[in-house]
């Protein structure tokens, strides 16, 4: 803690060095540091006393009987609420910003930022999701059945992938600047199937096509028919697809029933648990960052590529995930964890 401090005090020293205002010193160092890492109150103290000639980056005597911190108080606030801000806790426990800061430190807080989640699941939702992964656990008492799977589903591919990183600069610099998506951008709706030896099938749909249940069971003729060519012989398939509107269409269910194939459950508000999602796609996406085609067909010809590029292995540790990713959801009580 006392490191941290000292730290701080040398950076200010620096700003002060370096001609800029106390202002200027204690937007840059919370910039680089973090919020509240530093008080104006505490800049403009210190900066009159560097002015003054006195260079020491040590605290001078104060007189009275020394200020005591609540740090149970501060830690009971913390637990109940981690989105509560310094200034908040400074404000409830009448204390500076930077003590609070120094000792959240010391009590092993740090500031990190919460991910995304799908959906603001209810507790029937949990309960749902957590009945029909115990439900496809025990299943069977292996998991060969996992080699039937063929699951797919939809996504943008989009022709200009830019992504927006942070940047290791001096303090006195200024981030370079990224252009911003365009509102309208252009992409091109891919479809694809796949199973534990790689991609069977995929697509690309004709702009402004919509994806509804007589284009779902078009397409699952046009699956049917590249399965028989790619797998021949292959008698059982265990169909796993989310919970789009035109997956659960009745029009769909009778085409799946058609062709023999058995669905697998899957619960709404579940791409934790789709292989497309959380395996397949998730790559494309890392592959694809950065990259900017000038046309559709080149744009294409990479996911093409791509898809033929990973090996089976690839496909095949996607869907034998699946187990350990219900088990996960069972734990949890069917609540989203940790990936």
């Not at 800061?101 to 807080?109: D, N, P, Q, S, W």
Request: a positive charge; charged letters at 30%.
């Amino acid at each position: 803690m006392a490191d941290q401090r000292e730290h701080i005090l040398h950076c200010l020293l620096y700003e002060f060095d370096s001609g800029r205002t106390a202002a200027e010193a204690h937007r840059n160092i919370n910039h680089v540091m973090g919020q509240d890492t530093i008080s104006r109150s505490t800049c403009y103290n210190w900066y009159e006393k560097f002015r003054s000639g006195d260079r020491s980056l040590q605290d001078e005597a104060r007189p009275g009987r020394p200020q005591t911190f609540d740090e149970a108080k501060l830690r009971v606030l913390i637990e109940a609420d981690p989105r509560l801000t310094i200034r908040c806790l400074a404000a409830d426990l009448k204390a500076g910003i930077s003590t609070v800061y120094r000792h959240l430190i010391a009590i092993g807080k740090v500031l990190k930022l919460g991910c995304w989640i799908p959906h603001d699941l209810s507790d029937f939702d949990k309960s749902r999701r957590s009945d029909i992964c115990l439900s496809l656990l025990s299943r069977r008492r292996n998991f060969n059945w996992l080699k039937d799977i063929i699951t797919g589903d939809e996504k943008w591919a989009l022709y200009i992938n830019r992504s927006r990183g942070r940047q290791w600069i001096s303090v006195d610099q200024q981030p370079e600047p990224e252009p911003k998506p365009d509102l309208h951008v252009k992409k091109v709706m891919l479809s694809v199937w796949w199973d534990t030896q790689g991609i069977i099938y995929h697509e690309f749909l004709p702009h402004n096509t919509t994806v509804t249940a007589t284009l779902y069971t078009d397409q699952l003729e046009r699956l049917k028919t590249k399965l028989a060519s790619v797998r021949p012989g292959r008698e059982k398939v265990l169909f796993l697809h989310d919970n789009a509107r035109p997956h659960i269409a009745k029009m769909t269910r009778q085409k799946l029933l058609e062709l023999g194939w058995e669905i697998l459950p899957h619960p709404p508000y579940s791409p934790d648990i789709a292989p497309s999602d959380y395996h397949l796609f998730r790559s494309l996406d890392n592959h694809l960052r950065g990259k900017v085609f000038a046309n559709e067909d080149s744009l294409k010809t990479e996911i093409t590529n791509f898809f033929a590029a990973k090996p089976s292995s690839f496909y095949k540790a996607g869907i034998e995930a699946l187990p350990e990713r219900w088990r996960k959801i069972v734990d949890t009580d069917g609540d989203y964890f940790s990936d």
